[in-house]
């Protein structure tokens, strides 16, 4: 893992991904083991689950270091825009079929 960040309603992580781990898989045990974490903790106590989808993007070598600033600053960077308008943005410039439901 390269960078870790949250805010409010989502998560940005940065990793490198092994070709023997498919994404879905990692994904899946990311959400599983930190609900159960969360909720043992008590951490945040509204927090019931994660949602259903999540979002992936490829990013070249070259251009880590400029995600790992853009994940340390998440919350800076969503006071200009908002996470739901950023990421339908991305979805739509790149042409990626997506379900409204997972941007509420």
Not at 2 to 12: A, Q
Not at 47 to 74: L, M, P
Not at 89 to 104: A, I
Request: charged share 30%; with cysteine.
């Amino acid at each position: 893992m390269y960078r870790i960040n949250g805010v409010e309603d989502h998560i940005h992580i940065l990793t490198s991904l092994p070709p023997g781990i498919c994404l879905a898989d990692l994904v899946r045990e990311i959400k599983t083991g930190t609900n159960k974490w969360i909720k043992q903790e008590g951490l945040f106590p509204l927090f019931a689950n994660w949602q259903d989808g999540y979002s992936a993007f490829t990013v070249g070598h070259s251009d880590r270091n400029d995600v790992i600033e853009y994940i340390k600053n998440q919350e800076q960077h969503h006071k200009k825009i908002s996470f739901k308008d950023e990421l339908r943005t991305l979805l739509e410039k790149f042409r990626v079929m997506y379900d409204e439901k997972y941007l509420e």
